[in-house]
């Protein structure tokens, strides 16, 4: 298995492990360089890998008994030294008050090599709707 397949493999159970409350398998796959940005889908512009790992912290506390439904993954490539992964995801979990709350997302990983080892360097992700025209 190339390192590209193994890091895709890692990326997907890392998100699992995400929703379910845990943020440190995925804060694992990514770069801890200034240049890195998330634009997640709680909102926000957040930017830099000290950053990041806070944000990731919240953004998994945000879950709870999190599940993917649906990762299914429309497009991927990786040349050189970039790659990218793009998916939909459904994900069903409970808010504070225990009513499942679900979110479908459209997802982007953008993840460069550094030092023979795969790593994110953006993840854009925001809700999946129904195409409108502009009002």
Sequence with gaps: MSSWALFHDQVRASVSAFVSGDAEPYKSCW?????CTVFGAFGGVVRGGAEIASRLDWAAAQYREG?????????????????????????????????????????????????????????????????????
């Design 31 to 35: 770069s801890r360089g200034s240049d």
């Design 67 to 135: 599940r993917y439904t649906r990762f299914e993954v429309l497009a991927d490539a990786a040349g050189a030294d970039f790659g990218y992964i793009v998916h939909l995801e459904r994900v069903e979990s409970l808010d504070a008050d225990g009513a499942t709350v679900v979110r479908e997302r459209r997802v982007t990983h953008v993840a460069r090599e550094e030092q023979g080892q795969w790593r994110i360097v953006h993840q854009h992700s925001d809700p999946l709707v129904e195409v409108a025209p502009p009002r």
